[in-house]
Every structure is written in C-alpha cells, then in structure tokens.
Antibody, heavy 120, light 107 residues
Framework: EVQLVESGGGLVKPGGSLRLSCAAS????????MNWVRQAPGKGLEWVSS????????YYADSVKGRFTISRDNAKNSLYLQMNSLRAEDTAVYYC?????????????WGQGTMVTVSS | DIQMTQSPSTLSASVGDRVTITCRAS??????LAWYQQKPGKAPKLLIY???SLESGVPSRFSGSGSGTEFTLTISSLQPDDFATYYC?????????FGQGTKVEIK
C-alpha cells in the first residue's frame, strides 16, 4: 500500500525549533519529488516547500523562507522539515504530499498530517 | 505568486442537486489545475488533475472544466458522502497555490 506517515509534531515555544519527518512506503521514494503543505486551524491549505527526487531543486514559500529547511534521505525513504524560529502563525497541521511526475504536479498521495502548535 | 479565488465560499445543497464551484486564477495557468476534497480531520484527496482528468477511483459524478484563468468543478448529483470542503490548486509553477476553499453543506 502506498503510504506517507508524518511524525514529529508537538507543542513548542515561539522562537523554538522542531523537526518533522515523513516516512514513505509502497512506492519508489527516490523517484518522486515531495512536498510539505500546512493547514492552520480552521483555515485553508498552504504549500510550504518542495524538494526534487535527488534534492537538486528546492523551493520555499515566502512565509517560511530562511526559517524552514526541507531535506530527504532516499536510503531511508524519508522526508524532513526542519523548522526554526517558529512563530504563532506557524501553528498548523503539516502534511507531506507526493508529486506524481517530475514536473510541478497535483499532489496524488498525502499523509495523515502532524500537528504543530507554537505557543508560550 | 499566482492567486486562486474560489466561489462561493459556502454552498448549501441537497442530495441529488447539481453543484458547481468556480475557481479563478490571477494569471493564465493553461490547464494546470487540480481539485481536492477534504473532510474534517482528514487529509485532502485528489479528485481532478489537469483541469478535467478524473483521478483513478473517483466517481464519475465529479467533473472539471476550464482553461486559462477560469475553471469549474461540477458534481452532477450530490451524494451524502460529498458534503465536504473543496479546494482548487494551480501547479503552473513549483510555487503552488490553493484557493481558499468551498464548503458544501447540507441544505
């Protein structure tokens, strides 16, 4: 079964750091670009970051650029999001999602999400 | 970034109704548009890609149309399982953006 499972969310103080992980299974992880998308409580979806299959190309939303770092370990079938200098407005459910093609695509597979709460 | 605007924000409908949701892009995105369905507490589910292509396993009552800057999602006969929030997303570039969502409620 094709599956993405996020972990690493939790409660963190403003200015703190957190590292999210996304474990992939059921497909050849190293062949796909991957993404992080977030959703603040009661709000819509916001694309956060993308990374190509070989990590050659990385993109960030302006709202997280300079604070968040996306990375992947193809040997471990895992995607990561290092979040530093966290702000209250980063509070959200964070989803990892797969790009089914090498070009920008719709996201065909999503994880169940992990909640990040930034609060003192 | 390309801005995506959905209308309406909320839609009240009955089982069996034909429902149409509109999505407009701030600039031309050709047919690089997707539609997702999201239920409370769940991840979004891909319904339509490339404006009108139905994702595998999605019921044929869902259809998409449009190109350039104006797109529609149509549910031909609303079913109880379809009450959810729907989002459009452009993927004309890697900096993908979503519409604000349309909540389909029971009338």
């Amino acid at each position: 079964e094709v599956q993405l499972v996020e972990s690493g969310g939790g409660l963190v103080k403003p200015g703190g750091s957190l590292r999210l992980s996304c474990a992939a299974s059921g497909f050849t992880f190293s062949s796909y670009s991957m993404n992080w998308v977030r959703q603040a409580p009661g709000k819509g979806l916001e694309w956060v970051s993308s990374i190509s299959s070989s990590s050659s190309y990385i993109y960030y939303a302006d709202s997280v650029k300079g604070r968040f770092t996306i990375s992947r370990d193809n040997a471990k079938n895992s995607l990561y999001l290092q979040m530093n200098s966290l702000r209250a407005e980063d509070t959200a459910v964070y989803y990892c999602a797969r790009d089914p093609t090498s070009a920008p695509s719709a996201f065909d597979i999503w994880g169940q999400g992990t909640m990040v709460t930034v609060s003192s | 970034d390309i801005q995506m605007t959905q209308s309406p924000s909320t839609l009240s409908a009955s089982v069996g109704d034909r429902v149409t949701i509109t999505c407009r892009a701030s600039q031309s995105i050709s047919s690089w548009l997707a539609w997702y369905q999201q239920k409370p507490g769940k991840a979004p589910k891909l319904l339509i890609y490339k404006a009108s292509s139905l994702e595998s396993g999605v019921p044929s009552r869902f259809s998409g149309s449009g190109s350039g800057t104006e797109f529609t999602l149509t549910i031909s006969s609303l079913q109880p399982d379809d009450f959810a929030t729907y989002y459009c997303q452009q993927y004309n570039s890697y900096r993908r953006t979503f519409g604000q969502g349309t909540k389909v409620e029971i009338k």
